[in-house]
């Protein structure tokens, strides 16, 4: 057999791989710079980035909770203009496809960062981050709302010629109506999950385990409920799904592509393992192997639910 | 130089106490490349639980009878349910290391005194920093302070090191009853003029802003190493920030794991 074909296209944008590194959890990509090739990933997500710098919440802001943390940074960021002169460059150097995470205080604070970026150099897309759940203005508002969401893609959607991928949060009843309005609006892809709202308490103090008191659940504890979600959206939308939540191995990122996902983004695991990438990348070349799948695109929403057989049959 | 990430085999796990061990590991990679005030994040290997690694000190640098470098040491206290997992380890068993990582802490030399100061735990860093001092023949003095005498750890090294300790006890059992800084603050007092001692603290986060704010008042210069909720070690995950400031510019929030552990006291602005 050939050499397994492992590249998606996200709309007009065509990844080598479908691993992404997830926003929040690669730093500004970087960090990560002397322990993995950054060429060699599908692409890196920035942190989120507003206009201006910010500096996050008071520390603690993690905690773990059986096979996950919940976070509230709260965004610390060095804002779009400096990430442009600072970081952008070294990206571009490395040979990273560069996917940045835009948030915004207001929906004109979106269609600016976003109009900045357009004029930059190697910014492949948009990831609008309409979902933190650990800020309090702006963000999840619009991510929490039909119109909401509509209204940001859309309005962003009229400022850049870049791939908009709307991040959608978990935190809705009914996540797929949001793909859809992120697709009605004239998203390119959306991405999803973002994490899920959560707390944790001191018993023995009976105070919050982390300063905000609320934080959003990641890791392998949430998976099982993202795959679900991007099964939901893939089955309403006709855009790219990009599928993420808890992924730790080649079997996690297959099971978000095979319910549809087109390309998956990995973020816990980069702080339990940082040489995670490699190792998805050569279980997914076995499984294709094994499989005889020559290309991995073939396998997006390859899910046969035909009920599995039973053990005692 | 990008850290190393090995499944080190536990040479050894030496219980001090029922709450304190030392968790040798077979590491050589990890061990030679270890400067004073570096850390480690480690775990049980192949667990989701914990799922995160939790940083340490590198402890000690192990050698064997040859002096061949033959892994590292981790000074564990029993806190949760990670350093519980780690105290109850037996020698045979395997976690994952990550490291060295961090900012070491800077050497210094004669004519300066090195003055470290530990509370508890917090004595984890100095034993290779004691090393290194004693290569450079720098005049070193230990202020260690804990709850009992028992849990005053690895006086004879110290000593053998040619450290002089200052000990302190919170019931008074050993040394000067009391915290820490009463002994150091009465030597900072004695230091004549024209004498400088770098001031090396790791401990509790009062102790620390305690220490630093005492040398500062006479006009000593410190280093600490400060201890944050961590989740990467790497800088991903902007967990285990700390406010800093250089001279007159507004306080930012930096990570301790690559701007730190170690920083210059008189920079960390304490709550």
């Known amino acids: 057999m050939a050499t397994p074909d492992l590249s998606v296209a996200i709309g007009s944008l065509k990844l080598p791989n479908p691993l992404i590194a997830a926003s929040g959890c690669f730093g500004y990509g970087l960090e990560y710079d002397q322990v993995v090739d950054l060429s060699l990933l599908g692409g890196v997500v920035s942190k989120g980035l507003f206009m201006k710098e910010r500096q996050g919440h008071p520390p603690p802001r993690i905690v773990e909770t059986p096979a996950g943390m919940i976070n509230a940074i709260g965004l610390q960021g060095i804002g779009v203009h400096r990430f442009i002169k600072e970081k952008l460059p070294l990206l571009r150097e490395r040979g990273a496809r560069t996917f940045v995470n835009v ?42 709302s039909l119109n909401g969401t509509f209204d940001v893609v859309n309005a962003v959607r009229k400022a850049t010629t870049l791939p908009v991928i709307p991040k959608l949060t978990p935190n809705v009843t009914d996540v797929a109506s949001f793909a859809k309005a992120a697709e009605d609006a004239g998203a390119d892809a959306v991405s999803l999950v973002n994490t899920f709202l959560a707390m944790a308490i001191d018993v023995e103090t009976r105070r919050p385990k982390i300063t905000n008191v609320l934080g959003g659940l990641s890791g392998p504890a949430i998976r099982p409920i993202a795959v679900r979600m991007v099964w939901e959206c893939y089955q309403l939308v006709k855009i790219p799904v990009i599928g993420m939540g808890g992924i730790t191995d080649a079997r996690d990122a297959l099971e978000f592509m095979l319910a549809g996902a087109t390309a998956v983004q990995i973020g816990t695991q980069n702080f339990v393992d940082p040489f995670v990438w490699s190792k998805v990348l050569n279980g997914l070349t076995d499984y294709m192997t094994r499989h005889q799948v020559a290309h991995l695109s073939d396998l997006i929403g390859a899910f046969d639910p035909t009920p599995p057989k039973a053990a005692h049959a | 130089m990008p850290p190393i990430d090995i499944d080190a085999t536990v040479l050894t796990n030496a219980r001090l106490s029922s709450e304190y061990s030392v968790l040798s590991l077979a ?146 059992a050993r040394g000067t009853k009391g915290r820490v800084t009463l002994p150091l603050e009465a030597s900072l007092k004695a230091l004549g003029s024209g004498n ?27 280093q600490v190493s400060v201890e944050r909720v961590m989740g990467c070690g790497l800088g991903g995950c902007y967990s285990c920030v700390v406010p800093v400031k250089h001279g007159d510019e507004e306080a930012n929030l930096v990570r301790s794991c690559i701007s730190g552990p170690v920083f210059d006291g008189a920079e960390l602005v304490w709550d």
Do not use: H
């Open chain 1, 103 to 144: 948030c915004g205080t207001t929906l004109d604070e979106y269609v600016e960062v976003c109009k900045v970026l357009s004029q930059a150099e190697g910014v492949a897309a948009i990831e609008l981050n309409i979902s933190c759940p650990n800020i309090k203005e702006g963000g999840i508002q619009f991510g929490c």
């Open chain 2, 27 to 172: 590491a050589p990679e990890v061990g030679a490349r270890t400067q004073p005030g570096q850390f480690v994040m480690v775990k049980p290997a192949g667990a989701t639980d914990p799922l995160l690694r939790r940083p340490f000190s590198v402890f000690e640098v192990l050698r064997d009878a040859r002096g061949v470098i033959t892994g590292v040491s981790i000074f564990n206290k029993r806190a949760g349910r990670s350093t519980r997992r780690l105290y109850d380890l037996e020698a045979g068993e395997v976690v994952s290391c990550l490291g060295p990582l961090g900012q070491p802490f800077k050497v210094v030399a004669a004519p300066t005194q090195a003055w470290m100061v530990a509370g508890g735990v917090g004595l984890a860093p100095f034993a290779t920093l004691a090393e290194s001092l004693a290569e450079s023949k720098t005049d070193t003095t230990l202020f260690y302070g804990a709850r009992t005498g028992e849990e005053l750890f690895y006086l004879d090294f110290f000593e053998r090191l040619g450290a002089t300790l200052v000990l302190s006890t919170e019931n008074g």
């Open chain 2, 196 to 222: 400088t001692a770098m001031v090396y603290a790791c401990g509790p986060e009062p102790m620390l802003e305690a220490v630093a704010r005492l040398a500062a008042r006479y006009n000593q210069p410190s």
